[in-house]
């Protein structure tokens, strides 16, 4: 059974920093691609970032060029969001998903697994 469990959330003030962890668990991961998405009260579900697990390819939003990294650890089978000066737009719920197929990197329904989310908090 496929696991998708985030951690490293929590609040922090305008221009600080926090990193999300994504653990993965109950398959081969290396012909996937990971992403982060998130959604805030009342909006949709939206791309961040993505990363190829073969290879590393990374993927981002334009609103996180710059601010954002993610990374992936394979011998933990681990996905890593290092966010930098973060602001209070940046407060969502973020979530850590994996797909399997060649559809969409960016879409939400492209994904097959997701995890349960993990609430990160800009005050300003």
């Known amino acids: 059974q496929v696991q998708l469990v985030e951690s490293g959330g929590g609040l922090v003030q305008a221009g600080g920093s926090l990193r999300l962890s994504c653990a993965a668990s109950g398959r081969t991961f290396s012909n996937s691609v990971m992403g982060w998405f998130r959604q805030a009260p009342g909006k949709e579900r939206d791309f961040v970032a993505a990363?190829?697990?073969?290879?590393?390819?990374?993927y981002y939003a334009d609103f996180v060029k710059g601010r954002f990294t993610i990374s992936r650890d394979n011998a933990k089978t681990t996905m890593y969001l290092e966010m930098n000066s973060l602001k209070p737009e940046d407060t969502a719920v973020y979530y850590c998903?994996?797909?399997?197929?060649?559809?969409?990197?960016?879409?939400?329904?492209?994904?097959?697994?997701w995890g349960q989310g993990t609430q990160v908090t800009v005050s300003s």
């Open positions: 990363i190829r697990w073969s290879g590393g390819s990374t």
């Open positions: 998903a994996a797909k399997f197929s060649a559809s969409g990197t960016r879409w939400p329904r492209s994904y097959d697994y």
